[in-house]
């Protein structure tokens, strides 16, 4: 039995869950997410718990099983805190900043890149030099962010470019470095 996919989840106060089929709508004070989970999958609310069960053994079923689980967790923990990802730029004359829905880079190229929120993202620029994505979808955000980075991924040498605030950037020596007599 699949570890992660036999563990219930827990409904915090101020959230509904409802199951149609295989639909499973969540609303909370954040947001109200709703997603299709595959016809194998059994989802029930039982009290305060959602349950996930599989039918049997099968490899399909399995890998199913823990997915749904989390997918579901996922929408719960985002209709109350939501989910956030930070982005760093570095670079010289690289500065970000937030003109109306939109998000203005100035990333080395001869232009200025512009990227426009999407519903059910926020984009917020503290400082001109990072970027705040949240919303209360994780795949949202995550798949934002990451086309954010893609702009200006890091590079090895000198560090530039965008990157998740927590992500260490392995650097290289350089030619210079090579050169040992």
């Not at 563990?7 to 109200?32: F, L």
């Not at 080395?108 to 990227?115: A, I, W």
């Not at 503290?126 to 705040?132: D, F, R, Y």
């Amino acid at each position: 039995m699949s570890r992660i996919g036999r563990a219930p989840i827990a409904i915090p106060a101020g959230v509904t869950v409802t199951v149609d089929g295989t639909t499973v709508t969540v609303k909370g004070a954040k947001a109200t997410l709703t997603r299709d989970v595959h016809p194998n999958m059994t989802v029930k609310v039982e009290g305060n718990e959602i349950l996930v069960t599989r039918p049997n053994d099968e490899k399909q079923n399995r890998a199913l099983h823990g997915l749904t689980r989390s997918l579901i967790n996922n929408m719960v923990i985002g209709v109350t805190e939501g989910f956030k990802k930070e982005l760093e730029v570095n670079g010289v004359g690289y500065r970000v900043q937030k003109q109306g829905k939109d998000l203005v880079m100035n990333l080395g190229y001869s232009h200025q890149v512009t990227m426009s929120e999407i519903e059910g993202i926020t984009i917020e620029c503290p400082s001109a030099n990072k970027i705040v994505i949240s919303g209360p979808d994780k795949q949202k955000v995550g798949q934002f962010a990451a086309e954010v980075r893609e702009k200006r991924p890091p590079e090895p040498y000198k560090g530039k470019g965008i990157k998740y605030v927590d992500e260490y950037i392995r650097r290289k020596e350089g030619k210079t470095g090579a050169k040992k007599k």
